[in-house]
């Protein structure tokens, strides 16, 4: 035996043959079982309208259930497919939805008697979650599940359900009454809160407002300053942008220009390289050409030069000698006069002396005078006494002059003036 499964029935296919025959068929050998039996069983869904007519309560109170349950055995779940084969096999669609409908009615009369009508009645699905429970579990060895249960009816011959409600209506109504009263009192208490209320929110508006319009003045002054503010610091940060950029278009200036500086060093380089080597090819190869030339010319000169000065050498020697001998002599004859002129400074002593002071006077004098001879002009400021223009000068020489002994006996110790008073001394 063995089963196979659709969407909506399951099949149970029995066989057996003692003798199977045997085909062979290229050297293959097939045994063919014997099939005696086929038999279907529905796996559809069956809807079943469970009804229980005038089960006494736990309180003794008969009514009436009416639920509705959505069976199905299930094809999916091999062993209780199994179950469900050796419980329903053979039977039809019909009979199969009979059994499962006396079983949930039996389960469904037997929580009814467990619960009161109030509990059935008010917890509707605490009902319905019990008889699905206990009617699944005895459903389920039958290899049936039970999709659904509802409880659609509730309903009885003694008026008992309607009396329930009668006096649910009734304290409904009551409350219904009670909480009328209770609306409009407290319509009136809030429609007079509500009243106050709007006096005081109008009031607080007009507070509000005023604060509003006070925040908005002080927020609009702080609000001014801050733009004027950052508009001044946008006016100096654009002239500060102005600024640097202005530095930055020099800076790139300034370093164009040293770029073409550079460039024109370059070039300047370049070119006095160029010069160097036509220079070195025009002028100093020739140059040093001529250079060598007059070189071989200088040394013969020098030569020559060399011999004329060693042959004028000679002769200055020759001269040198004569004329060393000549200065000697004249050495010899001015050593006796100025021997002469000792013994006549010996004898004369003052007088000697103020003679050759009177000589050299005359010099002194001109040396005194000569930076007026290379004066090419001079500038004279009169005090409006004494005299003027030419005779000014002579005169200031003239002072300069008269000075002059003074400046001699301050150098020299000797008195021109008391020289010319003393008697001169013999020997």
Not at 28 to 51: D, G
Not at 216 to 238: F, H
Not at 294 to 315: D, G, K, T
Not at 335 to 352: D, G, P, T, V
């Amino acid at each position: 035996m063995f089963f196979t499964c659709g969407p909506n029935e399951a099949m149970v296919v029995s066989g057996f043959c003692r003798s199977p025959p045997v085909m062979v068929a290229g050297g293959r050998v097939f045994v063919l079982p014997c099939i005696q039996q086929i038999q279907r069983i529905s796996l559809n869904t069956l809807t079943l309208n469970v009804k229980s007519e005038k089960v006494y309560t736990r309180h003794g109170v008969p009514i009436s259930v009416t639920g509705i349950a959505q069976v199905k055995i299930q094809g999916q779940n091999k062993e209780m497919l199994a179950a469900a084969c050796q419980m329903f096999l053979g039977k039809t669609e019909a009979e199969i939805a009979h059994i499962a409908l006396e079983t949930l009615e039996g389960h469904q009369r037997a929580i009814m008697a467990h619960m009161t009508v109030e509990e059935i009645y008010k917890d509707r699905q605490k009902f319905s979650e019990q008889v699905f429970k206990v009617a699944s579990s005895d459903l389920v060895n039958m290899g049936i599940s039970v999709v659904s249960y509802t409880l659609k009816d509730i309903h009885d011959d003694q008026d008992y359900l309607h009396s329930l409600g009668k006096a649910r209506t009734a304290q409904v109504q009551k409350d219904a009454r009670i909480g009328e009263a209770e609306a409009k009192r407290d319509a009136g208490i809030r429609e007079a809160k509500a009243k106050q209320e709007k006096v005081s929110a109008q009031y607080l508006s007009e507070i509000e407002m005023a604060k509003a319009q006070r925040d908005y003045e002080l927020k609009k002054a702080t609000y001014d300053i801050e733009v004027n503010t950052r508009r001044a610091q946008a006016d100096l940060a654009y002239q500060l942008q102005v600024a640097k950029t202005k530095q930055q278009i020099e800076e790139q200036r300034v370093q164009v220009q040293v770029v073409e500086r550079a460039q024109q060093v370059a070039v300047q380089e370049q070119e006095i390289a160029r010069r160097e080597k036509e220079l070195e090819a025009r002028v100093r190869k020739p140059a040093e050409a001529e250079r060598y030339r007059l070189e071989r010319l200088a040394e013969a000169e020098r030569s020559q030069l060399i011999m004329q000065a060693e042959a004028e050498a000679e002769a200055v020697r020759m001269r040198g000698e004569a004329e060393a001998f000549a200065i000697g002599a004249r050495a010899r004859a001015e050593a006796e006069q100025m021997a002469k002129k000792a013994e006549a400074f010996q004898l004369y002593q003052e007088a000697a002396q103020l003679d050759m002071l009177l000589e050299k006077l005359p010099q002194v004098a001109e040396e005194i005078s000569g930076p007026l001879t290379s004066t090419k002009k001079i500038t004279l400021v009169s005090s409006g006494s004494g005299a003027v223009g030419a005779a000014k000068v002579t005169g200031e020489v003239l002072d300069i002059l008269s000075h002059l002994p003074e400046s001699v006996e301050r150098l020299t110790g000797i008195s021109i003036s008391q020289v010319n008073h003393k008697p001169l001394r013999t020997a």
